[in-house]
Nanobody
Framework: QLQASGGGLVQPGGSLRLSCVHSGSTLDFNAIAWFRQAPGKERERVGCIAISSSDGRTNYADSVKGRFTLSRDNAKNTVYLQMNSLKPEDMGVYYC?????????????WGQGTQVTVSS
C-alpha cells in the first residue's frame, strides 16, 4: 500500500526528492512518516506529515531541519520528501510508513525502502 521511490546517488550538497505513493483510503491512516537506516545504525525517524488535516502539519528530526521538507499531494496520494544540502551522513535506506495518528507514533504499514547514497 506504500511505494517509495526517488533514491539514488548524489554528491554532497546535492538534492533528491523522494516520493511515497499511498494506496487505500486516507480514512485508514492520518499521517505518513519517513525513516532512514544506515548500515550498522539504528533506524531514525526523519519526519512526519499529517495527511488528514487541512494544514498538513509536519515535524522533523533535528538532524534534517532546515534541509528536508515534507509536502503532500492528496489528489495524487503522494507524499514528497525534498532533501537539500545532502551530507554523507544522510546516506541510508529511506522508508515511508503510514500512521494511525497525526504525530506518527502508531505506525501501521511500511513501504519498501529506497536507497540514498551521498558520495563524491
Amino acid at each position: 500500500q506504500l511505494q517509495a521511490s526517488g533514491g539514488g546517488l548524489v554528491q554532497p550538497g546535492g538534492s533528491l526528492r523522494l516520493s511515497c505513493v499511498h494506496s487505500g483510503s486516507t480514512l485508514d491512516f492520518n499521517a505518513i512518516a519517513w525513516f532512514r537506516q544506515a548500515p550498522g545504525k539504528e533506524r531514525e525517524r526523519v519526519g512526519c506529515i499529517a495527511i488528514s488535516s487541512s494544514d498538513g502539519r509536519t515535524n522533523y528530526a533535528d538532524s534534517v531541519k532546515g534541509r528536508f521538507t515534507l509536502s503532500r499531494d492528496n489528489a495524487k496520494n503522494t507524499v514528497y520528501l525534498q532533501m537539500n544540502s545532502l551530507k554523507p551522513e544522510d546516506m541510508g535506506v529511506y522508508y515511508c510508513a503510514a500512521a494511525i495518528d497525526s504525530q506518527c507514533r502508531a505506525l501501521r504499514t511500511w513501504g519498501q525502502g529506497t536507497q540514498v547514497t551521498v558520495s563524491s
